[in-house]
C-alpha cells in the first residue's frame, strides 16, 4: 500500500554484482507480497522474485535461482534485490511491486501487483 521507489541500478560487468533496494511508502501488511520484474529492450516484462511480506516466503524465477536473493526489512519497509553472477542477459530494466497476496500460482504475473515503481536500469556488459 502506498508508492515505491526503486534505487541501485547501474552498469556493471558480468559477474559482478549489485542490490537493488524498493523503499515502500505507507504502512505494509502481512498479508503483501513484493516482487522485481525486469523489462528487458524489445521484450515483454518478466517475473524475477517476489517475497511474502508477513512470512519471509520467496519465489524466484528459474533463471535467476542460486544468483538472485531476495529479502526485506520490515522494519525500513524496504525490499532488496542482491543480485550476483550477473550476465549480459540480466540487462533490463527492473521495477518493484506490490499488493495483496491472492494465489501462489499468480506470482509469477503482474496481475497480482497493485503498486509499482518507476524501475531502475541495470544494464551488464561482457
Known amino acids: 500500500q502506498g508508492q515505491l521507489v526503486e534505487s541501485g541500478g547501474g552498469q556493471v560487468q558480468a559477474g559482478d554484482s549489485l542490490r537493488l533496494s524498493c523503499a515502500v511508502s505507507g504502512r505494509t501488511f502481512n498479508n503483501y507480497i513484493t516482487g522485481w520484474f525486469r523489462r528487458a529492450q524489445g521484450k515483454e516484462r518478466e517475473f524475477v522474485a517476489a517475497i511474502l511480506w508477513g512470512s519471509g516466503f520467496t519465489y524466484y524465477a528459474d533463471s535467476v535461482k542460486g544468483r538472485f536473493t531476495i529479502s526485506r526489512d520490515s522494519a525500513k519497509n524496504t525490499v532488496y534485490l542482491q543480485m550476483n553472477s550477473l550476465k549480459p542477459e540480466d540487462t533490463a530494466i527492473y521495477y518493484c511491486?506490490?499488493?495483496?497476496?491472492?494465489?501462489?500460482?499468480?506470482?509469477?504475473?503482474?496481475?497480482?501487483?497493485?503498486?509499482w515503481g518507476q524501475g531502475t536500469q541495470v544494464t551488464v556488459s561482457e
Open positions: 511491486a506490490a499488493g495483496i497476496y491472492k494465489a501462489q500460482i499468480l506470482v509469477i504475473y503482474t496481475s497480482q501487483y497493485d503498486y
